[in-house]
């Protein structure tokens, strides 16, 4: 071949449509999901004494402080369970929920160094960091089976749906956390309003309380009890206690409309992350 001869052009354009998206590297790039996955895991516990016990100790002092004032001092109901097992069953899914927002809004400007050197699909990195966080829900998860062994509950058939609803956090989680992690690129004010927004959140979610509570509000103000799921996290932590301790009544409005509500943050995050990929770069 003469070394002479020109190389063929090619021409790069910006993909339009759902093309754009290019969801299908993140199959090809799965590899690095995995390692990214076990890089946040290593990195949260790294030079710790306890390590991963961690996973199991905060919401077990959590549980011991909301117990001692929401259970004891202020006499919240808890749908006729225990008020240990009631609270720690729905701090699970929401420390789950929780630490994905934490870690995910802030995983793309951690990830400056690796974004500015190497092509690889972003996306890997928010999601990378909210996947990190089943490691220490499947620790947690034991204590629970502990708790439900000591107070005498079994759950139902309904067990069964326990990964769907962790399927269901996962969804919202990313969702969200795809949102915030774009917006902190741009906007490095974002970090300093995730702590205080998954605050916030927390008391708008029955994880204290148990959502039979305010339904009855609902229906005096007119409107209907599934309204409440549009705080996608409502459906999962409900649906969680239900299927978990064999609460009396089923969640399935609030699991239905907490699922449209997640699966519109997943699509419309992935939407606008994909947008404002091209800037990282220049930004980050």
Do not use: C
């Amino acid at each position: 071949m003469n070394s002479a001869e020109p190389l063929p052009l090619v021409v790069i354009e910006p993909t339009r449509g759902l093309a754009a998206l290019r969801l299908g590297e993140l199959w090809a790039y799965r590899e690095l999901l995995y390692f990214l996955v076990w890089r946040d895991v290593k990195v949260r516990y790294k030079q710790t004494a306890l390590g991963a016990a961690w996973a199991i100790l905060q919401p077990l002092m959590t549980v011991a402080v909301f117990t001692v004032f929401f259970g004891r001092l202020a006499g919240i109901a808890s749908d006729g369970l225990p008020y240990p097992l009631f609270s720690y069953a729905g701090l699970l899914v929401w420390t789950f929920f929780a630490q994905g927002l934490s870690q995910s809004s802030n995983s793309v400007v951690g990830s400056a160094q690796l974004i500015t050197k190497v092509y690889f699909p972003r996306l890997v990195i928010p999601i990378a960091a909210v996947l990190s966080g089943l490691v220490d829900l499947a620790v947690a998860l034991p204590v629970l089976a502990a708790m439900l062994w000591y107070y005498g509950i079994w759950p139902s058939l309904a067990v069964l749906t326990v990964p769907l609803l962790a399927l269901l956090a996962l969804v919202a989680a990313t969702g969200v956390g795809l949102w915030l992690s774009a917006l902190n690129v741009e906007y490095r004010d974002v970090r300093h309003v995730v702590p205080f927004l998954v605050q916030l959140w927390l008391f708008v979610t029955p994880v204290i309380y148990p959502a039979s509570t305010l339904a009855p509000r609902l229906q005096r103000l007119g409107l209907p009890p599934w309204l409440w799921g549009i705080n996608p996290m409502t459906g999962v932590v409900e649906g969680f206690r239900w299927a978990m301790l064999d609460a009396p009544t089923s969640p399935g409005s609030l699991i239905a409309a907490s699922t449209v509500t997640s699966l519109a943050l997943l699509i419309s995050g992935v939407y606008y992350f994909r947008r404002v990929e091209r800037s990282f770069a220049d930004v980050v």
